[in-house]
């Protein structure tokens, strides 16, 4: 079958990306991308399901193993839908065993089956259907005029009640004016209009409105006296196969909406809802129930999650000293006279710059020279500049000149994988990272009481726990796929991405967060990139000389520029692949009472 082979080429794809990956080559898959090649794709589903089981934790291999199931049930399902088609219900029932034996919890394969059963074995007797005509007399289809086909040219200038009269008389009806409607004069002109045209062009141009009252008769009057005199019936459809009251609530919801019924009641206990609506309305609430009937799409989502890091920083310059130390050599010359005649040597070699030596040399004190070292350390560490002299001998240190020429980066790339598997319109939540405790309130004593101290004293003590709740920290993906009955998908997503940003608030932590909503409509098999999480950050700082740090060019040789970089982007990469189609009932305007039996809606009311 070409969607036999259509479906094969995807698996052949999909088995090769996993073989090749694979280290080293495995013949399991090997023999599995040769079978998906020969369109044996229950021979290839086997294989891959034998090397997953043997090498649990290979998840592309486990991924692309429950897709291959998935596409072979599908497979069936088809082949047995388009052989019952043909009549051929053994060789459906077939296909439909082959998918259990696959996916035994497939409800479309079991009920598949069964209808092939009940094809193949009718029961001997079967109900005969009440007639058509009792379900219309519960619920009278609504009125419809029946004007002639023929287009008019009409050109008044008279009276109101007078032009309604030979509209509709031109047409082949009788028109009926209420009793306030006054008989002003209007200009109306219109050529080869049909009788709605013609009736549209009146309402333009007299704001009137009509309601037919049989199939030749019509009522004209104000807005607001014709909605007192439209045609209302009751009716309840029950509908048992909605699985809770939330979603008949929001079935509720959709006919209100779509179709602006507002009187609605939900009946909870029967399952049920209750509708007083003009009969065209029901009859469009009956048809939209049906077509909601069917089961829905379902589609399994594999969500890749790509987050990428980069962090970037230079630094780029020369560190100009721009503090300088200075102080007095009394002191120390104070303790150098300790050594006698010495002092005049160690006074000349220390102008010289040979302090180090003499320290060294051994020629002085101990007293002296502890006395010299706890002076000097700031001496020792820089080069230094002496000047004047006798008892206003100054030294100056002169830090160090630094030059910085750095550029440093780093970057990180995580990557996960998930399935989702999910009906048509119910939403596949994803969370990835962790909940974070956040403190709400503390406790603690504003006041001491003898009690209190005596606890306090004793050291029996408890401090109350605090409150708190926890915060969820990571990547929250809501992703909602809609499967049409061509087989395209449109996803709903909302994705939040939190993190701590480091900063508190009354040390309570700030939690930043990125939100996105988007939607987007896809073919099976079709991936879609969400890259639009995406942070930027950029530090920038400079130091050097006032004013000379600022001279174009030269600016580098008397400051130091510090440039750090971040960027952290977070990328979904979501592939629905289409595990059913959704089922569509046909739909009928007049069904039988005996309806509810068959196939769970059914339909009952009165004017």
């Known amino acids: 079958?070409?969607?036999?082979?259509?479906?094969?080429?995807?698996?052949?794809?999909?088995?090769?990306?996993?073989?090749?990956?694979?280290?080293?080559?495995?013949?399991?898959?090997?023999?599995?991308?040769?079978?998906a090649?020969?369109?044996?794709?229950?021979?290839?589903?086997?294989?891959?399901?034998?090397?997953?089981?043997?090498?649990?934790?290979?998840?592309?291999?486990?991924?692309?193993?429950?897709?291959?199931?998935?596409?072979?049930?599908?497979?069936?399902?088809?082949?047995?839908?388009?052989?019952?088609?043909?009549?051929?219900?053994?060789?459906?029932?077939?296909?439909?065993?082959?998918?259990?034996?696959?996916?035994?919890?497939?409800?479309?394969?079991?009920?598949?089956?069964?209808?092939?059963?009940?094809?193949?074995?009718?029961?001997?007797?079967?109900?005969?259907?009440?007639?058509?005509?009792?379900?219309?007399?519960?619920a009278a289809p609504p009125i419809n005029l029946l004007p002639k086909t023929r287009r008019q040219s009409f050109h008044f200038r008279t009276g109101l009640r007078h032009v309604i009269a030979q509209?509709?008389?031109?047409?082949?009806?009788?028109?009926?004016?209420?009793?306030?409607?006054?008989?002003?004069?209007?200009?109306?002109d219109v050529t080869d209009a049909t009788f709605a045209q013609a009736m549209t062009a009146l309402r333009a141009v007299?704001?009137?409105?009509w309601i037919p009252l049989d199939t030749h008769t019509l009522y004209v009057g104000t807005e607001g006296e014709l909605h007192d005199l439209q045609p209302f019936a009751q009716r309840t459809y029950y509908l048992p196969w909605v699985p809770s009251t939330a979603d008949l609530q929001q079935i509720s919801n959709?006919?209100?909406?779509?179709?602006?019924?507002?009187?609605?009641?939900?009946?909870?206990?029967?399952?049920?809802?209750?509708?007083?609506?003009?009969?065209?309305?029901?009859?469009?609430?009956?048809?939209?129930?049906?077509?909601?009937?069917?089961?829905?799409?379902?589609?399994?989502?594999?969500?890749r999650i790509v987050e990428l890091n980069a962090t970037t920083s230079h630094a780029l310059g020369v560190s100009i000293p721009s503090q300088f130390t200075m102080f007095a050599l009394g002191p120390l010359l104070s303790q150098l006279q300790q050594s006698g005649g010495l002092s005049q040597n160690i006074l000349n070699l220390f102008q010289q710059g040979g302090l180090n030596a003499v320290l060294n040399s051994g020629l002085l004190s101990p007293s002296a020279l502890a006395g010299a070292q706890s002076l000097l350390p700031t001496l020792l560490k820089n080069p230094f500049v002496v000047f004047g002299g006798g008892a206003t001998l100054m030294a100056l240190s002169v830090p160090n000149l630094t030059a910085s020429l750095n550029q440093s980066s780093n970057s990180t790339a995580t990557l996960e994988t998930a399935l989702l598997r999910a009906n048509s319109g119910q939403p596949a939540e994803l969370q990835i990272g962790e909940k974070f405790p956040v403190i709400n309130a503390s406790f603690a004593p504003i006041s001491l009481n003898p009690a209190l101290e005596k606890i306090i004293g004793s050291n029996t003590f408890r401090e109350p726990f605090p409150s708190f709740t926890f915060e969820n920290i990571g990547l929250d993906a809501k992703v909602t796929p809609f499967v049409a009955a061509n087989g395209n998908i449109r996803l709903q997503m909302d994705i939040t991405a939190s993190a701590l940003t480091g900063a508190t608030n009354n040390d309570i932590p700030i939690i930043g967060n990125r939100h996105l909503t988007t939607a987007v409509n896809l073919k099976d098999n079709d991936p879609v990139l969400v890259a639009g999480l995406l942070n930027r950050q950029e530090m920038r700082s400079l130091a050097g000389l006032p004013g000379?740090?600022?001279?174009?060019?030269?600016?580098?040789?008397?400051?130091?520029?510090?440039?750090?970089?971040g960027n952290d982007q977070l990328a979904l990469i979501i592939t629905p692949h289409l595990v059913r189609l959704p089922e569509h009932q046909s739909s009928a305007t007049w069904l039988p009472s005996n309806f509810g039996s068959a196939t769970g809606l059914r339909g009952a009311g009165n004017h």
Do not use: C
Request: charged share 20%.
């Open 206 to 209: 007299s704001g009137l409105s």
């Open 37 to 138: 090649e020969a369109g044996q794709l229950d021979k290839a589903y086997l294989l891959a399901k034998q090397e997953a089981e043997a090498h649990p934790q290979n998840q592309e291999l486990r991924a692309a193993s429950e897709l291959l199931r998935a596409r072979v049930v599908l497979t069936h399902l088809q082949s047995g839908r388009a052989l019952a088609d043909a009549g051929k219900h053994s060789e459906a029932a077939a296909q439909y065993r082959a998918a259990l034996e696959i996916d035994p919890a497939s409800a479309d394969a079991r009920a598949g089956l069964a209808a092939q059963y009940a094809a193949q074995y009718p029961a001997a007797t079967s109900p005969k259907p009440i007639p058509i005509a009792m379900r219309v007399e519960r």
């Open 254 to 303: 959709v006919v209100r909406t779509m179709l602006g019924v507002q009187d609605i009641t939900v009946a909870s206990a029967d399952q049920a809802l209750v509708l007083r609506a003009r009969p065209e309305q029901l009859d469009a609430v009956e048809k939209l129930l049906l077509d909601m009937r069917g089961q829905p799409g379902e589609v399994l989502l594999q969500v």
């Open 167 to 188: 509209i509709a008389s031109a047409y082949g009806l009788s028109a009926l004016v209420a009793n306030d409607v006054p008989n002003t004069n209007i200009h109306l």
């Open 548 to 565: 000379l740090s600022a001279l174009p060019g030269f600016g580098r040789l008397f400051s130091t520029e510090n440039l750090q970089t």
């Open 1 to 35: 079958m070409r969607v036999g082979r259509y479906k094969a080429v995807l698996v052949v794809a999909l088995l090769v990306g996993v073989a090749v990956s694979a280290t080293p080559p495995n013949g399991s898959l090997k023999k599995a991308t040769a079978a």
